[in-house]
T-cell receptor, first 111, second 114 residues
Framework: SQQGEEDPQALSIQEGENATMNCSYKTSINNLQWYRQNSGRGLVHLILIRSNEREKHSGRLRVTLDTSKKSSSLLITASRAADTASYFC???????????FGQGTRLTINP | SAVISQKPSRDICQRGTSLTIQCQVD?????MFWYRQQPGQSLTLIAT?????????ESGFVIDKFPISRPNLTFSTLTVSNMSPEDSSIYLC???????????FGPGTRLTVL
């Protein structure tokens, strides 16, 4: 079964607001990554956080990782219409030699 | 980083036929992967394409249905064989430069089987 569970499945907010998406996983990991997918396109890597890190920033993105709770969150601040996309977390489980993707959150930013 | 292209970008095929999807990377990469993404769903890993040896398939995917080639460090193909409507999906190629850090994805091939 899929390693990552994300919530919410869909999120609709007004431009300028912050968007928070959550990801939970089941086994020990080496790292956790977040990707964005615009409709009908390939995935774009956003940020990677290693298992020994707790928080990471990249521009308007903030990612946290709680390995004790096996969960991560992605915060997008000051959202823009161009942020409308699906966001996926992906884990690199220890010993698995692959990435396992969550179900994704479909984010809509309303102008 | 790596830039990945896929051909074709989309195709409509008849039941029982086969389609080969090509994936080209603009630099030599360690790992290449093939994923399937059904409409509105997440990505499911089909297999890891190994250079010079047989691909490593995930549970539920077999070589007879999804033969994969990887003749060098920049190119791979995935064939969807004896297609049925259930094979209608987006097929994505990705590459990693080393370990399991970020993966770079191609734009995908949208396949419709009638």
């Amino acid at each position: 079964s899929q390693q990552g569970e994300e919530d919410p499945q869909a999120l609709s907010i007004q431009e300028g607001e912050n968007a928070t998406m959550n990801c939970s996983y089941k086994t020990s990991i080496n790292n956790l990554q977040w990707y964005r997918q615009n409709s009908g396109r390939g995935l774009v890597h956003l940020i990677l956080i290693r298992s020994n890190e707790r928080e990471k920033h990249s521009g308007r993105l903030r990612v946290t990782l709680d390995t004790s709770k096996k969960s991560s969150s992605l915060l997008i601040t000051a959202s823009r219409a161009a942020d409308t996309a699906s966001y996926f977390c992906a884990t690199d489980p220890q010993g698995a030699q692959k990435l396992v993707f969550g179900q994704g959150t479909r984010l809509t930013i309303n102008p | 980083s790596a830039v990945i292209s896929q051909k074709p970008s989309r195709d409509i095929c008849q039941r029982g036929t086969s389609l080969t999807i090509q994936c080209q990377v603009d630099s030599q990469v360690t790992m290449m992967f093939w994923y399937r993404q059904q409409p509105g769903q997440s990505l499911t890993l089909i297999a890891t394409a190994n250079q010079g040896s047989e691909a490593t398939y995930e549970s539920g995917f077999v070589i007879d249905k999804f033969p994969i080639s990887r003749p060098n460090l920049t190119f791979s193909t995935l064939t969807v064989s004896n297609m049925s409507p259930e094979d209608s999906s987006i097929y994505l190629c990705s590459a990693a430069l080393g370990g399991f850090n970020e993966q770079f994805f191609g734009p995908g091939t949208r396949l419709t089987v009638l």
